[in-house]
């Protein structure tokens, strides 16, 4: 009855999950901190299930089994949360969202309940075994495995969803305010999302075709080795995440509407003042370059210089500083034999992933491919 590896690895995920959990408590009560608590602990509880199933613990308490089926549906939702504290500038989530979140839980409850109210454990053990079980209780069961499954991966897929939007909002506040935003990110959990989703969507598969009496070569062996890799990915990269300061997660969207418009030679006058700060001073060589410390230099608000920027010269900051470093490293692409990661920390970049891709996107090809034809 014992499935050795999927065992071994679900054990070793258990390890990791409640060390990481140790660590997370021992932290400043940040939100950020709170929630990845809450994460952990919900995952913890989603290992447990999986390890009572393949180490074959269920037959001395078959009526536990799917007892992390209502705890799986908060995976998701807490995923949201744990990004929620660590980007959103709005400190409270919205509430019909939270109350969309528990109701995941209260509908697989519901449709575990033919399961739950079987005559006796020995039947529900007997299903376990195509020669042993009851015909109309396997059926019984293999809906509630399909419903439980089809619920887990729509509530899973919208909040997956759901936090790959507040990412793409915070990655446009930061542009917005800094000419650096790769520290400030959080790319890393972007990626997750694609390698929770497909971790997540091939497990209901697997659930699926188990309870319909199928499997697939390999399956319950490589999915679990999967999801090793993509936990301790996620725990390292979680546990190495310093919670963003205020300025960094941007302005809370209720604030973010501007009650008045600059009048055209205002911000054309503010225009001038940008391109003088770049082309004569040279601004753009700092590599920490804020809008607060442009707006100092000018002189102008920073409300006035974003609002300049994006409904007169119609650019984000992000942009429009990385543009004059662009142009100096195509002269020095030209014109010296420096390296390319030596150009780019020269004209302002903290790193040359950031440069290349930003080179890339502005000039159509790569820095090394464009000292080539030049």
Same mark, same amino acid.
């Not at 447990?48 to 269920?58: K, P, T, V, W």
């Not at 650096?180 to 699926?208: C, P, T």
């Not at 004569?280 to 607060?292: A, F, G, K, Q, T």
């Given at each position: 009855?014992?499935?050795?590896?999927?065992?071994?690895?679900?054990?070793?995920?258990?390890?990791?999950?409640?060390?990481? *959990?140790?660590?997370?408590? #021992?932290?400043?009560?940040?939100?950020?901190?709170? #929630?990845?608590?809450?994460?952990?602990?919900?995952?913890?509880? &989603?290992?447990?299930?999986?390890?009572?199933?393949?180490?074959?613990?269920?037959?001395?308490?078959?009526?536990?089994?799917?007892?992390?089926?209502?705890?799986?549906?908060?995976?998701?939702?807490?995923?949201?949360?744990?990004?929620?504290? !660590?980007?959103?500038?709005?400190?409270?989530?919205? #509430?019909?969202?939270?109350?969309?979140?528990? !109701?995941?839980?209260?509908?697989?409850?519901?449709?575990?309940?033919?399961?739950?109210?079987?005559?006796?454990?020995?039947?529900?053990?007997?299903?376990?075994?195509?020669? /042993?079980?009851?015909?109309?209780?396997?059926?019984?069961?293999?809906? /509630?495995?399909?419903?439980?499954?089809?619920?887990?991966?729509?509530?899973?897929? *919208?909040?997956? =969803?759901?936090?790959?939007?507040?990412?793409?909002?915070?990655?446009?506040?930061?542009?917005?305010?800094?000419?650096?935003?790769?520290?400030?990110?959080?790319?890393?959990?972007?990626?997750?999302?694609?390698?929770?989703?497909?971790?997540?969507?091939?497990?209901?598969?697997?659930?699926?075709?188990?309870?319909?009496?199928?499997?697939?070569?390999?399956?319950?062996?490589?999915?679990?080795?999967?999801? /090793?890799?993509? *936990?301790?990915?996620?725990?390292?990269?979680?546990?190495?995440?310093?919670?963003?300061?205020?300025?960094?997660?941007?302005?809370?969207?209720?604030?973010?509407?501007?009650?008045?418009?600059?009048?055209?030679?205002?911000?054309?006058? @503010?225009?001038?003042?940008?391109?003088?700060?770049?082309?004569?001073? #040279?601004?753009?060589?700092?590599?920490?370059?804020?809008?607060?410390?442009?707006?100092? &230099? @000018?002189?102008?608000?920073?409300?006035?210089?974003?609002?300049?920027?994006?409904?007169?010269?119609?650019?984000?900051?992000?942009?429009?500083?990385?543009?004059?470093?662009?142009?100096?490293?195509?002269?020095?692409?030209?014109?010296?034999?420096?390296?390319?990661?030596? @150009?780019?920390?020269? %004209?302002?970049?903290?790193?040359?992933?950031?440069?290349?891709?930003?080179?890339?996107?502005? %000039?159509?090809?790569?820095?090394?491919?464009? =000292?080539?034809?030049?």
């Amino acid at each position: 009855m014992v499935n050795l590896l999927p065992t071994i690895l679900y054990a070793c995920m258990i390890g990791m999950t409640l060390l990481a *959990l140790l660590d997370v408590v #021992r932290r400043p009560k940040e939100k950020q901190y709170q #929630r990845l608590t809450g994460l952990l602990t919900l995952l913890l509880i &989603h290992l447990a299930g999986e390890l009572f199933i393949y180490s074959g613990a269920f037959v001395y308490a078959p009526s536990l089994a799917g007892f992390e089926l209502p705890f799986r549906l908060l995976l998701g939702p807490a995923l949201y949360f744990y990004a929620h504290a !660590s980007m959103s500038p709005n400190e409270k989530i919205d #509430r019909r969202l939270i109350y969309f979140a528990l !109701s995941g839980p209260l509908v697989v409850c519901i449709s575990l309940l033919p399961f739950i109210f079987m005559p006796s454990p020995t039947e529900k053990l007997a299903l376990a075994n195509p020669e /042993t079980r009851n015909p109309d209780l396997w059926q019984i069961a293999v809906f /509630t495995c399909v419903t439980t499954t089809a619920i887990f991966i729509t509530y899973t897929m *919208l909040f997956l =969803r759901f936090t790959f939007n507040l990412h793409n909002n915070h990655i446009q506040q930061l542009m917005e305010r800094y000419s650096d935003i790769e520290k400030r990110s959080l790319d890393w959990l972007k990626s997750m999302l694609f390698v929770w989703g497909f971790i997540w969507s091939m497990y209901a598969i697997q659930y699926s075709l188990g309870a319909l009496g199928w499997t697939l070569l390999g399956f319950e062996k490589v999915l679990p080795l999967c999801e /090793t890799f993509a *936990l301790a990915l996620f725990i390292q990269s979680a546990l190495n995440q310093k919670p963003l300061n205020e300025s960094e997660k941007g302005l809370p969207e209720t604030k973010q509407a501007r009650t008045s418009l600059l009048s055209t030679k205002h911000m054309a006058d @503010i225009a001038d003042k940008l391109t003088q700060a770049m082309q004569e001073d #040279r601004l753009y060589l700092n590599e920490d370059l804020s809008l607060n410390k442009l707006s100092e &230099h @000018i002189s102008e608000s920073e409300n006035h210089i974003s609002e300049t920027l994006s409904q007169f010269m119609h650019t984000n900051f992000f942009q429009f500083v990385n543009r004059f470093r662009i142009e100096e490293a195509k002269i020095a692409l030209s014109v010296s034999k420096k390296l390319v990661t030596d @150009i780019a920390f020269d %004209v302002g970049f903290n790193s040359k992933s950031t440069f290349n891709a930003a080179f890339k996107k502005a %000039v159509g090809m790569t820095p090394s491919a464009y =000292r080539k034809n030049n």
